[in-house]
T-cell receptor, first 112, second 111 residues
Framework: EAQVTQNPRYLITVTGKKLTVTCSQN?????MSWYRQDPGLGLRQIYYSMNVEVTDKGDVPEGYKVSRKEKRNFPLILESPSPNQTSLYFCASSLYGPIEAFFGQGTRLTVV | QKEVEQDPGPLSVPEGAIVSLNCTYSNSAFQYFMWYRQYSRKGPELLMY????GNKEDGRFTAQVDKSSKYISLFIRDSQPSDSATYLCAMSDGNAGKSTFGDGTTLTVKP
C-alpha cells in the first residue's frame, strides 16, 4: 500500500529537549515536504526536498532542521523546541514537486 | 494580505445540495491548483489537481480555475454526509518546491 508514515503520532516534550519526527514514504517519490498546521493559520510549509541531499526552506523554517540522506526518508529535527512549535505536523511526498502530494497521518507535538 | 484567501465557512448544507468552495489568490505565477479534503484527525488527501485555467470534472466534483480573475472553485454535486470535512485549496508556480495553502473551509452535509 502506498503511504507516507510519520512517527511518533503524538509527542509531549519539554522546552529545549531535542527531538526528531521521522517521515518515510514507499512510493519512490523524489519530492518530500514538511508542513505545520495551526488554527487560523492553515498549512504552512517548513522545509522541502526536491531530491536526495537537496533541501530548501519553506515559509516557516526557523527553529527546524531537515536532512535527506535517502530518497525514502525525510526527518524533521527540532534542536531546541519551544512552546510556539506546539502544532500538528504533516509530512508529504510526491513524484513531481508540490503537486498531487500524499500526506502522512500527522504528528501532534506539544512543547511545555 | 495572504497570498491565498479561502472562504472561511463553516458551511452547512442539506444532503443533495450543490456546494461551492472558493479561493482567491494574488500571485499570478501560480500555475498548479489543487484541492485537498481533510477529515478530522487525518492528513489531507488530494481530491483534484488542475494545471492553468479551465475546468476539470471527476465524478461529483468539478474544479474550476479562472486565472484572469485569480479565482478558483470546487463544486460538489449531490453532496453526501461523507463529504463532511475541511477542504483546502493549494497552489504552486511549479518551478520551485513551494506550495501555498488556503486556511480551509469546513463543510457539514446534514442527512
Amino acid at each position: 500500500e502506498a503511504q507516507v508514515t510519520q512517527n511518533p503520532r503524538y509527542l509531549i516534550t519539554v522546552t529545549g529537549k531535542k527531538l526528531t519526527v521521522t517521515c518515510s514514504q514507499n512510493m519512490n517519490h523524489e519530492y518530500m515536504s514538511w508542513y505545520r498546521q495551526d488554527p487560523g493559520l492553515g498549512l504552512r510549509q517548513i522545509y522541502y526536498s526536491m531530491n536526495v541531499e537537496v533541501t530548501d526552506k519553506g515559509d516557516v523554517p526557523e527553529g527546524y532542521k531537515v536532512s535527506r540522506k535517502e530518497k525514502r526518508n525525510f526527518p524533521l529535527i527540532l534542536e531546541s523546541p519551544s512552546p510556539n512549535q506546539t502544532s500538528l505536523y504533516f509530512c508529504a511526498s510526491s513524484l513531481y514537486g508540490p503537486i498531487e502530494a500524499f500526506f502522512g497521518q500527522g504528528t501532534r507535538l506539544t512543547v511545555v | 494580505q495572504k497570498e491565498v484567501e479561502q472562504d472561511p465557512g463553516p458551511l452547512s448544507v442539506p444532503e443533495g445540495a450543490i456546494v461551492s468552495l472558493n479561493c482567491t489568490y494574488s500571485n499570478s505565477a501560480f500555475q498548479y491548483f489543487m484541492w485537498y479534503r481533510q477529515y478530522s484527525r487525518k492528513g489531507p488527501e488530494l481530491l483534484m489537481y488542475t494545471y492553468s485555467s479551465g475546468n476539470k470534472e471527476d465524478g461529483r466534483f468539478t474544479a474550476q480555475v479562472d486565472k484572469s480573475s485569480k479565482y478558483i472553485s470546487l463544486f460538489i454535486r449531490d453532496s453526501q454526509p461523507s463529504d463532511s470535512a475541511t477542504y483546502l485549496c493549494a497552489m504552486s508556480d511549479g518551478n520551485a518546491g513551494k506550495s501555498t495553502f488556503g486556511d480551509g473551509t469546513t463543510l457539514t452535509v446534514k442527512p
